[in-house]
């Protein structure tokens, strides 16, 4: 029988009656397919945004906002709890506001230690920022026992084990599987469909961790993976992915399949419907991937596919990233000295910052890297601390940022097999008068990344989408 892994997003979930759709999805899935579910859901949209501010406002003495925060954030799921949980009998109602109404009060109260130590670090943000999944999970699950099915709310701190790098935690998939199979098997096997919370998970002592902000969707790919489920579907606010991102392009057109590769560099450079990690699990471990639509579910959505035949568009989609910052170390010395870029790349790693695209003259006398603005100042820094000597005998003439830059992303698995794609893409944003700062194509050769200014990015998305609409 067919095991499906399905995540629900954070507008997905957002309203009572957004809930009910999801569960109606849910239900239905579980009747006419007779297929197990387990189901992984986001917090309430907003929510997670709210929960980080009011920690970050308790640190820094404002006490007041975290606390109507918390009102706020009482008010939302007891507003939905009223509505959805109707149905339940009155002690199972009464239980689950009592559980939600404890998840604020524990909120609370985190909060208000945080006020006296002054400092919101990263382990204290995420032992709070996943507490709206515990809330939503414990809704959608009373919302489905409302149906007559049987459900339970799992905080996936008993299932996904984690690393200790809090706030963009990793998994350890052995004990993570070993863990998952044994709590969420025993539910399926007695016919109780899981609600398993996005988005955390806990180290192996039992700190509580989470994955990086959209990172429900990775969880599903986790569970799905430790389950050896079948499929994973996760199910948003738009049909499917699309060829730009729609609020970017309103004509922007769904697109019936996409490559592994193809979803994989639309995620890494900045497409927000799927968390870029979440590709790797399934790959793995051979599942089938799928994109849908909760306010739609008729629509087929978008099927991610081994590959894409050769009838498919060279080009895709377009994507971008914003407010990042272009680092270039330059300096004729540079010249046929072994280990530079190691060292380069060294250093930016020691501040935690992550490179989004790298370029190499071919004369060896610079090296251009993008990395997001927020860590600039660090990262230079950090370069010019390593590279003190060299800058002072010269052979290292400025290390600089070009601040306020972003990278538009052209992406599409047939490129590597027609010629003259660069041109139009060149042609089409030159026609827009982008001027284009640096240029890489990607190592799988299904994506060419351009950086250009941020004042330019939405005009070379607009330059660029065109070129999707032709063979
Ligand atoms: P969820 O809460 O379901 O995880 P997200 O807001 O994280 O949803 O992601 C869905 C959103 O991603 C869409 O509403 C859309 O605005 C945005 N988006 C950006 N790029 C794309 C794209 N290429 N295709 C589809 N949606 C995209
Ligand atoms: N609720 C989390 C966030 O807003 C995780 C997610 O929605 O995927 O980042
Ligand atoms: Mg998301």
């Known amino acids: 029988m067919k095991l499906v892994t399905m995540k629900f997003g954070g507008t997905s979930v957002g309203s009572a009656e ?28 907003g929510v997670t945004n709210l929960l980080q501010e009011g920690v970050v406002r308790a640190a820094n003495g404002d006490p007041e906002r975290s606390t109507a925060i918390a009102q706020i954030i009482r008010d939302k799921h007891e507003e939905a709890a009223s509505d959805l949980l109707a149905e339940l009998p009155t002690e199972d109602r009464g239980a689950v506001l009592a559980e939600i109404d404890g998840i604020v009060e524990d909120y609370r109260r985190f ?74 098997g025993a539910l399926i096997s007695n016919g109780i469909v899981p609600i398993v919370t996005g988005f955390i998970g806990a180290t192996l002592d039992g700190r509580a961790t989470t994955l990086g902000r959209g990172g429900s969707d990775y969880s599903a790919a986790i569970l799905g993976a430790a389950l050896g ?93 914003r407010d990042l910052s272009l680092i270039t170390v330059e300096g004729k010395g540079m010249l046929g000295v072994p280990g530079i870029a190691a060292r380069t790349f060294g250093a930016v790693a020691r501040t935690g910052t992550s490179v989004l695209m790298i370029s190499q003259s071919s004369s060896e006398q610079s090296i251009c890297f993008v990395v997001p603005l927020t860590t600039a100042d660090s990262v230079i820094e950090a370069v010019n601390r390593e590279f003190e000597a060299e800058i002072g005998r010269r052979d290292i003439d400025e290390v600089f940022s070009q601040d306020e830059v972003g990278i538009v992303t052209v992406v599409g698995g047939g490129m590597r097999e027609v010629p003259g794609v660069a041109g139009k893409i060149f042609s089409a944003t030159g026609a827009d008068e982008v001027n284009v700062i640096a240029i890489t194509q990607g190592s799988s050769e299904c994506s060419i990344s351009l950086v250009v200014a941020s004042a330019d990015v939405d005009r070379a998305v607009h330059a660029i989408h065109p070129l999707t609409m032709t063979d």
């Open 111 to 184: 909060c208000e230690s945080i006020g006296v130590l002054g400092e919101a670090t990263p382990r204290a943000l995420d032992a709070t920022m996943g507490m709206g999944e515990r809330m939503s999970a414990r809704l959608v699950a009373g919302a489905i026992r409302g149906m007559g099915m049987a459900a339970q709310p799992v905080d996936a701190t008993e299932l996904i084990v984690t690393d200790t790098n809090f706030q963009s935690a990793a998994p350890l998939m052995d004990e993570t599987r070993i863990k998952t199979r044994e709590r969420l």
């Open 229 to 321: 489920s079948d499929e994973v579907w996760i199910w948003t606010d738009v049909d499917g992915v699309m060829s730009a991102d729609p609020r970017v392009v309103p004509d922007a057109r769904i697109l019936d399949t996409l490559s592994y590769r193809e979803i994989s560099e639309l995620a890494y450079f900045g497409a927000k419907v799927l968390h870029p990690k979440t590709i790797r699990p399934v790959l793995e471990a051979g599942i089938a991937l799928r994109v849908k639509n909760t306010f739609n579910p008729a629509h087929p959505g978008t099927q991610i596919v081994e590959t894409n035949g050769v009838t498919s568009r060279p080009i895709k989609a377009v994507t971008a990233i």
């Open 18 to 45: 957004a809930i009910r759709g999801a569960v109606q999805i849910i239900h239905d899935t579980c009747e006419s397919e007779a297929e197990r579910v387990v189901v992984v859901v986001s917090a309430m949209s």
